[in-house]
């Protein structure tokens, strides 16, 4: 069985601040791992997807790696409207496109 | 954003009685979830499909049944509610079978009470 774990669940910033958020993971055979952020009371909004073991995306202050086992969420200097829960998903191969998510890690941005 | 719209987006239904809800999309992708979220679960797929008239059960199905007469619309029809069913449902949509992000909804509040 997939399974998504992330850590830590909470976690407080103070702006510029870098951090990094965990996510580990057991599947089968990866064909993705997703990277999603949420925002109170919308829809996970995608950021990133992993594909192989070394592989990293960035995307502003955010910056994604991933390994055999786990994958990181790099988050430097990080601002208030970075505020959000962070979402990690795993996709096996052959399962027609079905995510397997974390609870997600809420993290807050003070000034 | 990707064009999902989910209605409604908030809904109280007593147990016992039916619900639908639906989730249209104007991107023509083939692929459409039915997840729900729950404090402590995570997202869960509930039923997905892969074209009209084709669907499939996802982790937690039992109490729902889905229908997609067009490509745009995927309805998520939860037969007699019950308290369990007390969750958000988002609904999305993907290109491909497989290694391509999937796109979120705006998500729907269920109460039963």
């Known amino acids: 069985e997939d399974q998504v774990t992330q850590s830590p669940e909470a976690l407080r910033l103070q702006e510029g601040e870098s951090s990094s958020l965990n996510c580990s993971y057991t599947?089968?055979?990866?064909?993705?791992l997703f990277w999603y952020r949420q925002d109170p009371g919308k829809g996970p909004e995608f950021l990133f997807t992993?594909?192989?073991a070394g592989e990293e995306k960035e995307k502003e202050r955010l910056k994604a790696t991933l390994t055999k086992k786990e994958s990181f969420l790099h988050i430097t200097a990080p601002k208030p409207e970075d505020s959000a829960t962070y979402l990690c998903?795993?996709?096996?191969?052959?399962?027609?496109?079905?995510?397997?998510f974390g609870t997600g890690t809420r993290l807050q941005v003070t000034l | 954003d990707a064009g999902i719209t989910q209605s409604p987006r908030h809904k109280v239904t007593e147990t016992g009685t039916p619900v639908t809800l639906r989730c249209h999309q104007t991107?023509?992708?083939?692929?459409m979830y039915w997840y729900r979220q729950d404090p402590g679960h995570g997202l869960r797929l509930i039923h997905y499909?892969?074209?009209?008239?084709?669907?499939d059960k996802g982790e937690v199905s039992d109490g729902y049944s889905v229908s997609r007469s067009k490509t745009e619309d995927f309805l998520l029809t939860l037969e007699s509610a019950t308290s369990s069913q007390t969750s958000v449902y988002f609904c999305?949509?993907?290109?491909?079978?497989?290694?391509?992000?999937?796109?979120f909804g705006q998500g729907t509040r269920l109460t039963v009470v």
């Open positions: 999305a949509i993907s290109t491909n079978w497989e290694g391509a992000e999937a796109f």
């Open positions: 599947v089968s055979g990866l064909r993705g």
């Open positions: 992993l594909y192989s």
């Open positions: 998903a795993v996709q096996a191969t052959g399962t027609a496109s079905k995510l397997t």
């Open positions: 991107e023509n992708h083939r692929y």
């Open positions: 499909s892969y074209g009209v008239k084709d669907t």
